[in-house]
């Protein structure tokens, strides 16, 4: 059993800084990938970025390259997804997942999800 918990998020204006950061825990090993979605209202989820845990080999959606950054922390089992140049599309809820076998951009390649945290940007 993996279990994932999102903390940070919240309301920030266009064009701020804000993180959030997901905690795993149970049986996640070191050679999982873990990756940020996203949803907003009417929307269907969609990628945000992935991490190599063993690596540290990163992938981007193009909407967010250069503006987000994901890393991870081994020795606090703990993913970290920096946003800058907040836009008012980035809003949504933000939401942590594990794999076992992909870094890619498809939610049903990915087994266990956390709860989730609000990032609202307003303009």
């Known amino acids: 059993q993996v279990q994932l918990v999102e903390s940070g998020g919240g309301l920030v204006q266009t064009g701020g800084s804000l993180s959030v950061s997901c905690a795993a825990s149970g049986r996640i090993y070191s050679t999982y990938y873990r990756a940020w979605f996203r949803q907003a209202p009417g929307k269907e989820r969609e990628f945000v970025a992935a991490?190599?845990?063993?690596?540290?080999?990163?992938n981007y959606a193009d909407s967010v390259k250069g503006r987000f950054t994901i890393s991870r922390d081994g020795a606090r089992n703990t993913m970290t997804l920096q946003m800058n140049s907040l836009q008012t599309d980035d809003t949504g809820v933000y939401y942590c997942?594990?794999?076992?076998?992909?870094?890619?951009?498809?939610?049903?390649?990915?087994?266990?999800w956390g709860q989730g945290t609000q990032v609202t940007v307003s303009s």
């Open positions: 997942a594990a794999s076992i076998t992909t870094m890619g951009p498809l939610v049903d390649e990915y087994k266990w």
């Open positions: 991490i190599s845990w063993n690596s540290g080999r990163t």
